[in-house]
């Protein structure tokens, strides 16, 4: 009985040495992928309305709403937040509004912004005639003291913002890189 290396091995090349340039192959394979195309990447993040790394909060509000002139939400929108956040990992948040959710103009979406943070766009909130009324409850976080807009777009693409200060005690995420 005679020890010949099976069709398609040379003698001397073992299964355990194919699967080791294998695996080096295809981690080479995978670097480049992520290298040639990562800028691609982003760029397509961009085009699809979603958030890059450390989006500046001019940015969100840019890639949101365009060029679109806020209203003032007096009146229109409460927003209630504590002006002291001990922690900023749980801040209670409610955003009530006595605009329609039916008829012609309505309010169709509610986002919560807050500025310093690394991500600025916390929520966005979708409303039907099926919603009864546009109130929002719920905890967001909060990297450190900033300022925290609720936003009403309505269907005619009129927009009406509120904003608040909240200072923070403890960080609730992690920190924008400092430039």
Known sequence: MSKEAPKGIKAGHSRRA??????????????WKVALFS????????????????EPVESTLKRLFSNRPFQSGDGKIKLELPLIAEDGG?????????LPVSGVTRANHMY???D?????????????????????ATSIRL???????AIVE????????????????????????QS
Do not use: H, W
């Open 18 to 31: 194919f699967l080791r340039v294998l695996a080096a192959f295809t981690a080479f394979a995978s670097a």
């Open 39 to 54: 800028d691609q990447a982003a760029a397509q993040a961009n085009l699809s309305g979603l958030p890059l790394p450390d």
């Open 90 to 98: 749980n801040v209670a948040i409610s955003v009530d509004t006595n």
């Open 112 to 114: 919560i912004i807050a």
């Open 116 to 136: 310093k943070n690394r991500l600025p766009m916390l929520a966005k909130f979708s409303f039907t005639p099926e919603s009864g009324k546009a109130f929002i």
């Open 143 to 149: 990297a450190t003291t900033t300022d925290v807009r």
């Open 154 to 177: 309505m269907s005619d693409g009129t927009l009406y913002a509120v904003s608040k200060n909240v200072r923070v005690t403890i960080s609730g995420c992690d920190l924008p890189p």
